[in-house]
């Protein structure tokens, strides 16, 4: 069998290298292992509030130093698509800073003067004035694009109703469904490849959700990494019709640059429980806490 080389890595953010504004153990070392072995990296997030800059600076809270262009998120990768499908277009946003810089960056114009699209993300101040305007843009023929499909999302509080949920809402104002382009659109992990100038073949993804980071990367043509750290415990997996190509506790078990297909994971992991804090309610962005659905509950664009 041909050796195969890891290259870069695909690594989801919440679950994976921290939990909120805390770094899970482990995290800082493999990345500094990716820095000493000069691979590449990016890290993802379906996140659409924060700016680049913004994440790199919460994630140095953390004590993570990565830099703002090793972070992919979905407003970027929205930009992105949105930059491909129609160059200099024109977008009515509704959303944060991390969505209206990135559309800004690529050359879009914010408009809400019969815009080409209208671009849904994440915010904590939804307006009813501003999800009214979208409906009826919408209507009115703009074509419905949302970041990410995540029904709802954490809080220190608890649950938050999150970019699927109000998606839903304008959908059943207007009959229009978006095209969600964060994970688990592989489109997401695509465009981070391209982004890095990276292989699929020579990639690896790891993420602690089989419904987004796990099908993604599969259907990007990756190896993947599940790892037990976030919100998916070992007993969930086999419910799923996919499985990764590895299974890790957490990131802290995972060697740097070795071939995940010799890791000898799978039974290890499999006879060990979830992991403390596991489910973990507050350390995955956007996702529903409650059981671990498959991949066809999940909305798709
Ligand atoms: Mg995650």
Redesign the pocket.
């Known amino acids: 069998m041909a050796e195969h080389l890891i290259e870069n890595y695909l690594i989801?953010?919440?679950?994976?290298l921290v939990h909120e504004e805390h770094p899970i153990p482990g995290a800082d070392a493999f990345l500094a292992g990716i820095g000493e072995a000069g691979l590449g990296f990016l890290v993802l997030t379906n996140n659409s509030i924060y700016t680049a800059r913004d994440l790199s600076a919460r994630l140095a809270g953390a004590g993570l130093t990565i830099p703002p262009e090793r972070i992919w998120t979905s407003a970027l990768a929205t930009a992105l698509f949105l930059h491909t499908q129609r160059p200099r277009g024109s977008a009515y946003v509704v959303g944060e800073a991390g969505l209206t810089t990135a559309l800004h960056d690529i050359g879009y114009v914010l408009s809400d003067r019969s815009p080409d699209y209208v671009v849904l993300g994440e915010t904590r101040t939804y307006s009813f004035e501003a999800i009214t305007k979208a409906v009826r843009l919408v209507r009115d023929g703009a074509r419905f694009i949302a970041t990410n499909p995540d029904p709802t999302g954490p809080s220190v509080e608890g649950l938050l109703p999150a970019t699927g949920a109000v998606a839903a809402m304008i959908t059943r104002a207007t009959g229009v469904t978006p095209y969600f382009v964060g994970k688990p659109n592989p489109l997401m992990m695509r465009s981070a490849l391209n982004t890095l100038s990276a292989h699929s073949e020579t990639t690896v993804v790891i993420?602690?959700?089989m419904d987004t980071?796990v099908v993604a990367g599969l259907e990007a043509g990756m190896d993947t990494v599940l790892v037990l750290s976030?919100i998916t415990s070992i007993t969930d997996v086999d419910r799923f019709p996919y499985r990764p190509t590895a299974i890790v506790d957490s990131i802290a078990q995972l060697p740097v640059g070795r071939d995940v297909r010799t890791l000898d994971s799978m039974p290890t992991a499999a006879v060990r429980p979830a992991p403390a804090g596991a489910p973990d309610r507050t350390g995955?962005h956007g996702r529903s806490p409650g059981p671990v659905h498959t991949s066809g509950s999940t909305t798709r664009g």
């Open positions: 989801d953010m919440d679950g994976v993420g602690d959700r980071d976030g995955t």
